[in-house]
């Protein structure tokens, strides 16, 4: 009959090892030559898991270009300001100026860094809108995923709490909620709520998008710039380009960005 082996217990560092003596083994892999000094450093999963996403060279770009999009969506209006006196709702006082200019263009015709990516049909600065836009945009994406989190978790531990029929009821409020368009309800909230100020209506939008779904109608807001510059596009095709191409590139990075931290933070993918 097999001794039972004792407690070898040693202190080093504030962290208790249990080391078994090799006559103790069971078998020959569970034996271990460690030196005096030697201890075995555990990892968190919050390091694992951003190991396993540095590792996906896609959510990496996504992440840098969120980043960028991100930082240059928040100061790049005030300096743009600082720096040419345009905004993105200054409408020139020259009549000459009034117009459609192509990027990198004065209203001469000539090389000028005014506008890197042209005018609209007002005389806007483009890229002062397309800035701006990117700023209301995250602002959607970020309030009305708040709301819709808060709505969508009270409203769902509520039905799993109580249970039974009326688990079962505020679940059909659900699926008829789901065979309704979102834009159709977005619509009928702002117009049961109404604002007479500007930011009154901007915070009644993210309520609204966050009470239904904010991704198909974000999509939609991100897609303003582009739907006026559609109209324009055999004449000025600047005006849809790069309000076309910062929203895709948008999308795509927030896609390979939210596919990394799927794979990075699921449990079953070790590497």
Same mark, same amino acid.
């Given at each position: ?17 249990v ?9 020959? +892999? ?28 896609l ?51 000539s090389f ?29 994406g ?9 709505i ?7 039905? +799993? ?12 409020v ?25 930011m ?31 109209q ?7 005006q ?32």
């Open positions: 009959m097999r001794e039972k082996p004792p407690d070898f217990i040693s202190k080093q560092d504030d962290r208790d090892l080391h078994v003596p090799p006559e103790f083994a069971i078998a020959e +892999g569970d034996v271990q030559v460690m030196a005096e000094d030697d201890f075995v450093v555990g990892s968190s999963l919050w390091k694992d898991a951003w190991r396993r996403l540095l590792k996906n060279r959510a990496v770009f996504g992440l840098i270009v969120v980043i960028v999009i991100a930082i240059t969506s928040l100061i790049g209006p005030p300096i743009i300001k600082a720096a040419t006196g345009y905004t993105y709702d200054l409408i020139p006082r020259d009549v000459l100026l009034i117009k459609s200019i192509p990027p990198f263009r004065s209203a001469e015709g000028s860094w005014a506008h890197p990516m042209g005018t609209d049909n007002s005389g806007r600065d483009v890229l002062a809108r397309v800035l701006l836009g990117g700023r209301i945009s995250l602002m959607v970020i309030i009305s995923t708040i709301v819709s989190l808060i969508g978790v009270s409203y769902g531990a509520v039905a +799993g709490y109580l249970g039974g029929r009326i688990d079962n009821w505020m679940m059909r659900v699926d008829v909620l789901y065979s309704l368009p979102y834009i159709i309800l977005v619509i009928v909230l702002l117009a049961m709520f109404r604002s007479s100020t500007p009154g209506q901007l915070m009644l939008l993210f309520i609204a998008l966050g009470s239904v779904s904010w991704l198909t109608m974000a999509r939609i807001v991100w897609g303003s710039l582009a739907a006026e510059g559609i324009n596009i055999a004449i000025f095709p600047w849809l380009v790069f309000p076309g191409v910062t929203m895709a590139l948008t999308l795509f990075s927030l896609n390979f960005l939210g596919d990394g931290l799927r794979d990075a933070l699921d449990p079953q993918m070790r590497t």
